[in-house]
């Protein structure tokens, strides 16, 4: 057996159970099994053996955040089998989930997993993506992707991207998702709201850790400790031992969200204009649908990167403005004209961290790898990474000696994809925002060509591909 430098081990004789610090678990007296504990290779004789503590599984689990990364993974510790997790806590700043904040996300290789395999019902709340159709302002196609052809074509996709015979590509309202995720996870795990919740830092002690509040209290100490605070995640600080903020990316958007839809079922349009990229899709039930625009633009300017999607109630005529400027048609234009919310966000980024875990803590989502939105992958690869770390994490002693190497796997499987999704979408976002009109023209020519090359669809097949493996 390996031992990390973070891990302790301790040479014991016939030991089958141990103490931990009781300082270490304020307000817990009870004596734990010290589960897991395997003989190390270097066993010499029957009654001296060396443990490695960190091997156990984690029994307590903190996680900061109740974004779709972080009820993603406490739902992923407690469905998985052989987690070992007995006790979860999450720490939101939020004080419930907000409707009036943020709008729809895009689901594809995340649906595999929610559905398939956690059970997450999601049809009753999201409307499927069948088909994309990008235009011009004119109206005239630029290409289209049906959906359904697409993951039929594909053995890989009809294995990898269908549940129950259909496909996994759907849009559906954030508090929706947050709500299905929510009415899944066990009466086993505490969520702890409100703005004195916000976690502000990290403290480790041996194998543990526990999270320092904005009220000036701390957490109890956790076995492991994830970190899915999002954009400006104070658990990442921790995690590369720095505080380095994200870096705008002189991309904007403005989102409106209106009642009701006049979109084709199934349809997903962009429009390719001067000067804005507009998204026109649709998401929710049958008796609470939305359609929403998300617009983009280059802006030089930086603007307060609104990392919660609040509403924005000034922002109305400057985006009537950029729509009327980029020639969008009316259906696009109606939908800003009838939308009840509006929302202003800066594309912000960071680079992937050298390490996405120090000692007892580690990132999932945003705070590891936020991302542009032009691949529509933000919460699919959130999920992704909840399962990964779930799934090596229920093989420690299997596969791996302990929790520091099942996290370093974790990240391993994880980085690869995620790096080339953030490079893809971050040139998907140069390509298809465009000023001026000899531009605009040559992108929609490039993006004529693109199509007819299948490439769009390649693109999306392989974006969306769950890689937790
Ligand atoms: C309110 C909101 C609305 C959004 N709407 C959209 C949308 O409409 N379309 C889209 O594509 N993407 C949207 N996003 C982004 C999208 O959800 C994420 O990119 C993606 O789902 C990855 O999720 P995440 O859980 O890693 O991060 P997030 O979704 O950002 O979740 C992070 C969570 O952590 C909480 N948090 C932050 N800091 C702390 C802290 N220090 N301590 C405790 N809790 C903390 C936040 O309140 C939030 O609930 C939205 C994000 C937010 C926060």
Redesign the pocket.
């Given at each position: 057996m390996k031992s990390k430098p973070n891990d302790i081990c301790v040479t014991v004789t016939s030991l089958a159970y141990a103490a931990r610090p009781s300082h270490a678990f304020p307000g817990f007296t009870t004596s734990l099994p010290l589960r897991n504990a395997t003989p190390s290779a270097s066993f010499t004789q029957a009654t001296s053996f060396t443990l490695c503590v960190a091997s156990a599984k984690p029994l307590r689990v903190g996680i900061?955040?109740?974004?779709?990364?972080?009820l993603t993974t406490a739902l992923a510790l407690q469905k998985t089998p052989n987690t070992g997790v007995q006790q979860i806590q999450v720490?939101?700043?939020?004080q419930s989930i907000?409707v009036a904040?943020?709008?729809?996300?895009n689901l594809n290789g995340a649906t595999a997993i929610l559905e398939g395999i956690y059970g997450v019902s999601l049809r009753d709340v999201a409307i499927p993506m069948n088909y994309v159709t990008a235009r011009e302002p004119s109206g005239s196609t630029i290409f289209q992707v049906d959906v359904d052809r697409m993951v039929r074509q594909s053995a890989m996709a009809k294995k990898e991207l269908c549940v129950n015979g259909e496909h996994c590509f759907m849009t559906v309202m954030?508090d929706d998702l947050q709500n299905a995720l929510l009415n899944e996870l066990g009466a086993g795990v505490k969520i702890h709201r409100g703005e004195s919740?916000?976690?502000?830092g990290v403290h480790q002690q041996g194998n543990q850790a526990r999270f320092a509040l904005k009220d000036g209290s701390t957490s109890q100490y956790f076995d492991l400790i994830i970190g899915?605070?999002?954009?400006?995640?104070?658990v990442r600080s921790y995690v590369i031992n720095k505080e380095k903020q994200p870096v705008y990316s002189g991309i904007r958007v403005q989102?409106a969200v209106a009642p009701g839809s006049d979109l084709p079922f199934g349809m997903v349009e962009q429009w390719f204009g001067d000067g804005a990229y507009v998204l026109r899709y649709a998401a929710g039930s049958e008796n609470k649908k939305y359609e929403m625009l998300a617009c983009s633009f280059r802006e030089a300017k930086k603007v307060a990167e609104n990392?919660?999607?609040e509403q924005n109630t000034t922002l109305r005529d400057d985006f009537s403005l950029r729509l009327e400027r980029s020639n969008m048609p009316q259906v696009v234009r109606g939908v800003l004209e009838r939308s009840e919310r509006l929302i202003e966000t800066g594309v912000y980024r960071h680079s992937l961290p050298p390490k996405w875990y120090r000692g007892a803590a580690c990132l999932?989502?945003?705070?590891a790898h936020?991302m542009p939105?032009y691949l529509g992958q933000?919460?699919n690869q959130?999920v992704q990474d909840a399962h990964c770390l779930a799934l090596t994490i229920s093989q420690i002693d299997e596969q791996y000696s302990c929790l520091s190497e099942a996290l370093e796997k974790y990240e391993t499987i994880r980085r690869v994809p995620v790096q080339a999704i953030l490079q893809a979408s971050r040139l998907a976002a140069f390509l298809e925002i465009q000023d001026g009109a000899v531009r605009s023209r040559m992108r929609n020519c490039f993006f004529r060509l693109l199509g007819a090359a299948g490439i769009p669809q390649r693109t999306l097949l392989q974006a969306s591909r769950p890689r937790f493996l």
């Open positions: 900061a955040g109740a974004g779709i990364a972080g720490f939101e700043t939020r907000d904040q943020g709008a729809a996300v954030r919740n916000r976690v502000v899915a605070d999002g954009l400006r995640s104070n989102w990392p919660g999607y999932v989502g945003d705070s936020a939105p933000g919460a959130a």
